[in-house]
């Protein structure tokens, strides 16, 4: 019976207390005191940053004080300590449009900064977090490379360097992707000559891509195709187009994962011309 009366005691101090702290961060939020929002803002995410109890609501209540305060401090010596915990508390609250806008603002501003190249990072990190799944559209993925490759080149020391390289690569491969899947969709529906061109230009523009041998692949058998089911007047010289895409398979996966495939296709090839 007195372990139930402390818990529910517990449990009702709990709740006073919250209510208490919300009433007075609504207080602080609604005062006009600048320099009382500033301590509460920067305690809500020292706290948050310490892991000290709701860390999503205190980096929230802190941003939204910060975004009152940021044109009060505009041109004082508070304004670049103000500014980045404000982009931060974004990034950790995983709004990335926001921390990537923000932190953009932050090495814009203040180009001799200590925090500058934690910004620069975070920032382009954080438009790397908005890119979209492969088979959507890819304008924040171009954008997303765009930065990570300004921050590799603005600070070829960092300590951040190898994580930025592997971002890229993952951003580029899933543009890669998007460029392959294209071509190869082109192949599935049987639009052969459009699948052509497809594959030729993703093997002109991901020389090095870990799709390149489908791409070698499905631009043969498109070819391949596209020959043997044309009118007989025109069939000899797409087979000998299909002959070269064959070749060129053969010549960089002679033990390729679609050899067996190549070989027959290859085979059949071979006796059509023979009948030419």
Same mark, same amino acid.
């Given at each position: 019976?007195?372990?139930?009366?402390?818990?529910?005691?517990?449990?009702? $101090? &709990?709740?006073?207390?919250?209510?208490?702290?919300?009433?007075?961060? @609504?207080? =602080?939020?609604?005062?006009?005191?600048?320099?009382?929002?500033?301590?509460?803002?920067?305690?809500?995410?020292?706290?948050?940053?310490?892991?000290?109890?709701?860390? +999503?609501?205190?980096?929230?209540?802190?941003? +939204?004080?910060?975004?009152?305060?940021?044109?009060?401090?505009?041109?004082?010596? @508070?304004?670049?300590? $103000?500014?980045?915990?404000?982009?931060?508390?974004?990034?950790? $609250?995983?709004?990335?449009?926001?921390?990537?806008? @923000?932190?953009?603002?932050?090495?814009? !501003?203040?180009?001799? &900064?200590?925090?500058?190249?934690?910004?620069?990072?975070?920032?382009?990190?954080?438009? *790397?977090?908005? !890119?979209?799944?492969?088979?959507?559209? @890819?304008?924040?993925?171009?954008?997303?490379?765009?930065?990570?490759?300004?921050?590799?080149?603005?600070?070829?020391?960092?300590?951040?360097?190898?994580?930025?390289?592997?971002?890229?690569?993952?951003?580029? =491969?899933?543009?890669?992707?998007?460029?392959?899947?294209?071509?190869?969709?082109?192949?599935?529906? +049987?639009? *052969?000559?459009?699948?052509?061109?497809?594959? %030729?230009?993703?093997?002109? %523009?991901?020389?090095? !891509?870990?799709?390149?041998?489908?791409?070698?692949?499905?631009?043969?058998? !498109?070819? *391949?195709?596209?020959?043997?089911?044309?009118?007989?007047? =025109?069939?000899?010289?797409?087979?000998?187009?299909?002959?070269?895409?064959?070749?060129?398979?053969?010549?960089?996966?002679?033990?390729?994962?679609?050899?067996?495939?190549?070989?027959?296709?290859?085979?059949?090839? %071979?006796? +059509?011309?023979?009948?030419?």
């Amino acid at each position: 019976m007195f372990l139930q009366r402390m818990k529910k005691g517990i449990l009702l $101090l &709990s709740i006073l207390f919250v209510a208490v702290s919300c009433s007075e961060y @609504q207080k =602080v939020l609604k005062s006009e005191d600048t320099g009382l929002k500033y301590t509460k803002a920067e305690q809500l995410y020292n706290e948050a940053k310490a892991d000290e109890g709701n860390t +999503r609501k205190k980096y929230r209540q802190a941003a +939204r004080l910060f975004e009152q305060l940021v044109p009060a401090y505009r041109g004082k010596p @508070q304004a670049q300590k $103000l500014m980045f915990i404000y982009a931060d508390s974004y990034y950790q $609250l995983e709004d990335y449009f926001l921390s990537g806008y @923000q932190f953009e603002r932050f090495v814009e !501003s203040y180009p001799e &900064s200590e925090k500058l190249e934690e910004a620069a990072f975070k920032g382009a990190r954080s438009y *790397y977090f908005l !890119s979209p799944r492969y088979d959507l559209d @890819q304008t924040e993925t171009i954008k997303a490379i765009g930065k990570l490759q300004a921050f590799i080149n603005r600070f070829p020391e960092s300590e951040n360097l190898d994580e930025a390289n592997e971002l890229v690569t993952e951003l580029r =491969v899933k543009l890669e992707r998007k460029a392959y899947e294209i071509a190869k969709q082109y192949h599935h529906t +049987r639009n *052969y000559k459009a699948a052509i061109t497809a594959f %030729d230009n993703f093997l002109l %523009d991901y020389p090095g !891509s870990p799709f390149r041998e489908r791409a070698f692949y499905y631009r043969f058998d !498109s070819a *391949y195709e596209y020959a043997i089911n044309s009118y007989a007047y =025109v069939m000899e010289e797409r087979l000998e187009t299909a002959l070269e895409f064959y070749n060129d398979y053969k010549r960089y996966y002679p033990e390729g994962e679609f050899i067996s495939g190549a070989e027959a296709a290859y085979n059949d090839i %071979d006796t +059509r011309q023979q009948n030419f």
